[in-house]
């Protein structure tokens, strides 16, 4: 089992819709949670991090953990078509200093 | 604020060859991380250093990887020999604060 797993996709999005991308994770110690966004042939970039229990808000993006079910979803609003892009959940036990990465979702909006 | 600066940005070579990474980590970032990440995966975590102090290195295949990060700064990530399957994208990153990673351009690596 993946210490960390996400449905590869391709999620497709009508432009303007919420999208909804999924991870969920293994170890119970996990203490931090992340949200990376990689366009095609480029490198990762953080996008989201949550610590608690509950729900984050960040502009049109939100995450929100679950730490009793192992799951961290985040929440796209209003999807734009550069949007559109591979999303990294990735977890750490550590605060952040040994992050394990799943192996990304694609999204895909449409205009 | 320059990011975090990688080269080369392309390597080919022939398998059992020797190959080199360069990283810049950016200015003021203690943390520096090394990964790999194969198409269609997420990054893996190849070392881990705190200023020249490498404190995870459990994944890297010390058979054949090295890695230095002299005076706390740059750091470079060594093959030697490379094989078939160690073509993938190199990525280097830092940080200030865990977990808020800042990744460099990566390196592709091709082994022929």
């Known amino acids: 089992q993946k210490e960390v797993e996400q449905n590869s996709g391709p999620l497709s999005v009508p432009e303007g819709a919420i999208a909804s991308l999924n991870c969920t994770y293994s170890?119970?110690?996990?203490?931090?949670f992340f949200w990376y966004r990689q366009y095609s042939g480029k490198s990762p970039e953080l996008i989201m991090f949550i610590y608690s229990n509950g729900d984050k808000e960040d502009g049109r993006f939100t995450a929100q953990l679950n730490k009793a079910s192992q799951y961290v979803s985040l929440l796209i609003r209003d999807s734009q078509p550069s949007d559109s892009a591979t999303y990294l959940c990735?977890?750490?036990?550590?605060?952040?200093?040994?992050?394990?990465f799943g192996a990304g979702t694609i999204l895909r909006v449409k205009s | 604020e320059a990011g975090v600066v990688q080269s080369p940005r392309y390597k080919i070579i022939e398998k059992k060859q020797p190959v080199a990474f360069w990283c810049n980590p950016i200015?003021?970032?203690?943390?520096l991380y090394w990964y790999l990440q194969n198409l269609g995966q997420g990054p893996e975590l190849l070392i881990r250093?705190?200023?020249?102090?490498?404190?995870?290195d459990s994944q890297l295949p010390k058979d054949r990887f090295s890695a230095e990060r002299l005076k706390g700064v740059d750091s470079t990530l060594k093959i030697q020999p490379a094989e078939l399957g160690d073509s993938a994208v190199y990525l280097c990153a830092s940080s200030q604060n865990p977990g808020e990673q800042f990744f460099g351009p990566g390196t592709r690596l091709t082994v022929l």
């Open positions: 990735a977890v750490s036990s550590e605060y952040g200093n040994k992050l394990v």
């Open positions: 250093y705190e200023n020249e102090e490498a404190v995870d």
């Open positions: 200015s003021g970032h203690n943390t």
């Open positions: 170890d119970r110690g996990s203490q931090s």
